[in-house]
């Protein structure tokens, strides 16, 4: 069911509900109105009949009963009708129209002084008096043709105009539903002529801040965000391509040229050591690759046990000085806790480790003296890991890029490597629910801090 057309039930159903209760409420309290008028002219047809009849001697029945017939007000098939103290009637103004009132009804009359009640289509008001000849009821009753007749006609009145407002609500509730969702209609509009040639378009915010402005912007700011992963996602298979691309050329290359001519044993050997060193590159960066698609959010199979932060970095730091003979990692500065809980994370250590050689490789392969400089330290429920370098450092403009994959600043281009180990490492300490930030000034060297989640707190 569309929006439109559930906002103009609802608000329809809301309304009538509101009409229904409005309307009975207005017909209760008319009608309980004319109830009370219809009982008072009852009551006081009884109390004069009962004085003229038994408080003035000259009056008898049947001069009451001429009085009753002059009268101008008399109500339709008006009865009045007395019984003495032995329930019998002496007294009736109606010999036609007779309520079958047996003693317990009159007993009720005596007890009470009055009672109000109906009998079949008459409303009946009964009312006692006692005088010296002894305690008397008399019995008022008639039909209230026109209240009655009001009532019909309230009620068709009401009933008319519930249908009439509830036809209005239902095509004004369709109207205003219809101007609220013109805006919402226009930006689905707006959405589904953006394609993904095209991402670069925005939708055109509203001058007021309201809800529908406040949706613009989020959309807004979501296809910034999906621009900016497309164009991450085309950056990225390019330079995949292209590191792909450059050792296969090589590869090719040799081979193509040593098949020209006979070569001596030498040279055969010279040409597969090269070969054999760029198929290297090949497999290094397939595994980078691979560890890098491995640790997706929606992919977390590797396995857990409890590690020790400090192991790990000294095994990490013994991998980089192997990786090449120029290659130097210093410690600076360590502040380990007496609780070795507090200096542990649950994790897999070689994931671990391969983070933090990622970036002490990138502090020894940039820095000026092929050293990094490592700091371990822990604050209350945090392990700290710092690795600093004195290379060219990263300007601002190139530091948010920096965890993206393949990407290379222009201080790092030309030094040989992919651009993926730091974008793996980020992702290995999110795995870990840690935080890996880089600080970096031009010419004097960048700082990578990492934060990782205690087993135990302080």
């Known amino acids: 069911m569309q929006i439109r057309l559930r906002l103009t039930l609802q608000f329809s159903i809301v309304v009538f509900f509101f009409l229904v209760l409005s309307f009975g409420l207005i017909y209760y309290f008319l009608f309980r109105y004319n109830q009370e ?3 008072e002219r009852l009551y006081a047809k009884a109390i004069t009949s009962g004085r003229l009849l038994l408080h003035i001697e000259q009056v008898d029945s049947s001069l009451l009963k001429i009085i009753d017939r002059a009268k101008y007000d008399v109500l339709y098939s008006e009865n009045i009708s007395v019984y003495d103290s032995a ?16 003693p317990s009804d009159l007993d009720i009359v005596r ?7 109906s009998y079949q289509e008459f409303q009946v008001v009964g009312v006692r008096f006692r005088d010296r000849q002894g305690e008397f009821v008399v019995i008022a009753g008639a039909i209230d043709v026109a209240g009655d007749g009001l009532m019909r006609n309230l009620r068709a009145l009401l009933i008319a105009l519930l249908l009439v407002s ?3 609500v239902l095509v004004t509730g369709w109207i205003f539903a219809g101007r609220a969702l013109k805006p919402i209609n226009a930006l689905i509009a707006d959405v589904e002529s953006i394609s993904e040639q095209d991402l670069e378009r925005r939708l055109k915010e509203p001058r007021y801040n309201d809800e529908i402005g406040k949706l613009i912007r989020i959309f807004n700011g979501l296809l910034a965000r999906i621009d900016r992963a497309f164009g991450l996602q085309r950056s990225f298979v390019s330079n ?3 590191e792909l691309k450059n050792p296969l050329t090589k590869i090719t290359s040799q081979l193509e040229v040593t098949l020209l001519n006979a070569r001596s044993n030498e040279e055969y050997r010279k040409t597969i050591e090269s070969v054999l060193e760029d198929t290297r590159e090949l497999n290094l960066l ?20 409890k590690v020790r932060v400090d192991e790990v970095l000294w095994e990490a730091m013994e991998k980089v000085r192997g990786l090449d003979p120029q290659y130097h990692t210093e410690v600076v500065k360590v502040e380990l806790p007496d609780n070795e809980e507090r200096v542990s994370i649950y994790g897999n250590p070689y994931l671990l480790r391969t983070a933090l050689i990622n970036i002490m490789e990138n502090a020894c392969k940039f820095s000026y003296d092929h050293s990094a400089r490592v700091s371990l330290f822990c604050t209350p429920s945090k392990i700290h890991i710092r690795v600093a370098d004195h290379g060219p450092g990263i300007d601002e403009a190139s530091l948010k890029d920096v965890f993206q994959p393949f990407f290379r600043g222009d201080q790092t281009s030309r030094t040989k490597g992919y651009g993926i180990g730091l974008s793996l490492s980020q992702r290995i300490v999110r795995v870990y629910e840690g935080e890996i930030q880089i600080s970096s000034r031009v010419g004097v060297g960048t700082e990578v801090l990492v934060t990782l989640p205690a087993i135990d707190k302080f």
């Open 240 to 242: 995949v391509s292209h």
């Open 166 to 168: 509830t036809l209005i």
């Open 37 to 39: 008028q219809f009982h």
């Open 87 to 102: 329930n019998q009637e002496v007294y009736t103004n109606n010999d036609t129209i007779t309520f079958q009132l047996g």
């Open 286 to 305: 397939s595994t980078s690759l691979l560890d890098l698609a491995s640790l997706h959010e929606e992919n977390r199979t590797f396995s857990i046990t």
């Open 111 to 117: 007890r009470n002084g009055t009672r109000y009640f």
